[in-house]
């Protein structure tokens, strides 16, 4: 009985761990999300076609925001 509630309490620990893990990665990638009048949406990443142009006039954009 023990055995299998320290069992259940490990799997769980891990899968919180992995979870945190794999959120801390996602939120340290740069993006810039684009918006089109029709509802849809386009992400654009790090290497990504396009985003090699996007992403220097995004950081500005938010430079010149927080300083105003």
């Known amino acids: 009985m023990r055995r299998s509630i320290a069992a259940a309490l490990g799997v769980a620990g891990g899968m919180l761990a992995g979870a945190a893990f794999i959120r801390r990665q ?33 950081r500005e954009v938010i430079r010149n925001a927080r300083t105003r």
Request: glycine residues 12%; proline residues 6%.
């Open 26 to 58: 996602g939120a340290s990638r740069e993006r810039a999300d684009l918006y089109f009048e029709d509802g849809s949406m386009l992400s654009l990443t790090n290497g990504s076609p396009g985003a090699d142009r996007l992403l220097p006039l995004a």
